[in-house]
């Protein structure tokens, strides 16, 4: 298994978002990090392959206001490890790092505006960065880059 630390700042008017992530990269279901149940629940299989996890380290949704909005992340039961929650193959870094992007501002938009990024994403399809940046004011300051220790601040 290989594993990058990255870091993400989003910023939403006169406020910023810091998420600090591990991108992990496994080559078979055996070294996969989020437990087969979240799998074979949504997509009724394995990933097998390369496949890509992100694991949030640290992320401004652990203080958010309203917990019943919809934060979409998935918690592994047996070692309580934080991940992004996407279901599809993600076989290329530059693919996770794509679903890394989007997830933070689309997390963003949902701890700022107290509502669910996943219908505005879906309606906005490819162009979902740019109609956060023009209708929201939600963009990218810090952009996926690498860190050494993404535990530290």
């Known amino acids: 298994m290989i594993t990058q630390n990255r870091i993400v700042v989003i910023d939403a008017g006169d406020k910023s978002y810091t998420f600090r992530v591990r991108i992990h990269r496994s080559e078979s279901p055996s070294e996969q990090l989020i437990d087969p149940a979240f799998y074979l629940?949504?997509?009724n299989k394995l990933h097998g392959g390369i496949h890509h996890e992100i694991e949030l380290v640290a992320s401004p949704v652990w203080e958010r206001i309203n917990p019943d909005v919809p934060i979409h992340i998935h918690e592994n039961p047996e070692?309580?490890?934080?991940?992004?929650?996407?279901?599809?193959?993600?076989?290329?870094?530059?693919?996770?790092?794509?679903v890394l992007r989007a997830w933070c501002v689309g997390t963003v938009y949902t701890i700022t505006h107290n509502e669910d990024f996943s219908p505005v994403a879906q309606e906005a399809g490819g162009n979902f960065l740019e109609l956060m940046k023009e209708q929201y004011g939600i963009v990218?300051?810090?952009?996926?880059?690498?860190?050494?220790?993404?535990?530290?601040?």
Do not use: M, Q, V, W
């Open 41 to 43: 629940g949504f997509e």
């Open 79 to 98: 070692s309580k490890r934080r991940f992004i929650c996407f279901t599809g193959n993600i076989a290329r870094l530059e693919i996770a790092l794509t």
């Open 140 to 153: 990218i300051s810090r952009n996926a880059e690498e860190c050494s220790d993404p535990t530290k601040t």
